[in-house]
T-cell receptor
Framework: DQQVKQNSPSLSVQEGRISILNCDYT??????FLWYKKYPAEGPTFLIS?????DKNEDGRFTVFLNKSAKHLSLHIVPSQPGDSAVYFC??????????????FGKGTKLSVKP | DARVTQTPRHKVTEMGQEVTMRCQPI?????VFWYRQTMMQGLELLAY????????DSGMPKDRFSAEMPDATLATLKIQPSEPRDSAVYFC???????????FGSGTRLTVV
């Protein structure tokens, strides 16, 4: 039973336009939500995070929005660049019990930004 | 630039052989994870250490997998005996609990034939 879901396996966007990657979660016991970016043959790289008590966090071209009532978060990339082409993983950090600090990942969305 | 170092990068082995993967976490990081990435399951947690003590290894098949941290600079993941279904990329990550993100290594790509 997946606690973190990324329902779109892939997304294609034109360079300069906005990329919106979505993520849904089912458990309320998470204290942070994170986005990781992964290139082939490399490990995931931390991109941006948001605390569960916030609804928006912005870092340059990247903005993450959190809708707690809908248990939904999204990553916006504006403007999209070809170098943003990668697999993006949504993750939720557990804040209870013996697993505190563990990250639960979605299955990823492959973003392709076309020149 | 601090990095998590994993060795080997690639490993091909025959079914039934023992496989050991190593990870050097970033100095000062007290939390270490082992994740496995497969096409079907995505990134799944295998084991999790804090201050070298195992906290959660519920995601690990106990009959064949073992994870240890013999000291603060080394984490190991061992599979004995290995099976073809263990073929995957294994990632180590380290961090501090107060930070929101963890640093991943480049992974070990394991192929069991």
């Amino acid at each position: 039973d997946q606690q973190v879901k990324q329902n779109s396996p892939s997304l294609s966007v034109q360079e300069g336009r906005i990329s919106i990657l979505n993520c849904d979660y089912t458990n309320s016991m998470f204290d942070y939500f994170l986005w990781y970016k992964k290139y082939p043959a490399e490990g995931p790289t931390f991109l941006i995070s948001i605390s569960s008590i916030k609804d928006k966090n912005e870092d340059g071209r990247f903005t993450v929005f959190l809708n707690k009532s809908a248990k939904h978060l999204s990553l916006h990339i504006v403007p999209s660049q070809p170098g943003d082409s990668a697999v993006y993983f949504c993750a939720a950090r557990v804040n209870y019990g013996g697993s505190q600090g563990n990250l639960i990942f979605g299955k990823g969305t492959k973003l392709s930004v076309k020149p | 630039d601090a990095r998590v170092t994993q060795t080997p990068r690639h490993k091909v082995t025959e079914m039934g052989q023992e496989v050991t993967m190593r990870c050097q976490p970033i100095l000062g990081h007290n939390t270490v994870f082992w994740y496995r990435q497969t096409m079907m399951q995505g990134l799944e947690l295998l084991a999790y250490f804090r201050n070298r003590a195992p906290l959660d290894d519920s995601g690990m098949p106990k009959d064949r997998f073992s994870a240890e941290m013999p000291d603060a600079t080394l984490a190991t993941l061992k599979i004995q005996p290995s099976e073809p279904r263990d073929s995957a990329v294994y990632f180590c990550a380290s961090g501090l609990l107060r930070a929101s993100g963890y640093t991943f290594g480049s992974g070990t790509r394991l192929t069991v034939v």
